[in-house]
């Protein structure tokens, strides 16, 4: 039902006057669903593109986008 809900989510049209809430919130909950699940490659996959991108990187408020990223990671490098 979740992975339904948050799929929808992201095909919904994103622009800026239409969104209530930010589609990097979106991907970064789905990237946990596949973390619970153990498919690690997904959850990096979806994170990955804000590894580079300057309005991310040293900003406090987005850190959680980086540390589930970096958690997927971690846990594709134990298994």
Partial sequence: ???SCFNLALKLNWKEKNK?????YIE??????????GE????INLLIKYRNNKNYINN?????IFRTLNLAEELKNVS
């Fill in 60 to 64: 406090a408020a987005k850190s959680y």
């Fill in 1 to 3: 039902m979740s992975f």
């Fill in 28 to 37: 970064e909950r789905l990237s946990r669903l596949y973390i619970v699940l």
């Fill in 20 to 24: 209530s809430i930010s589609r990097d």
């Fill in 40 to 43: 690690y490659d997904k959850a």
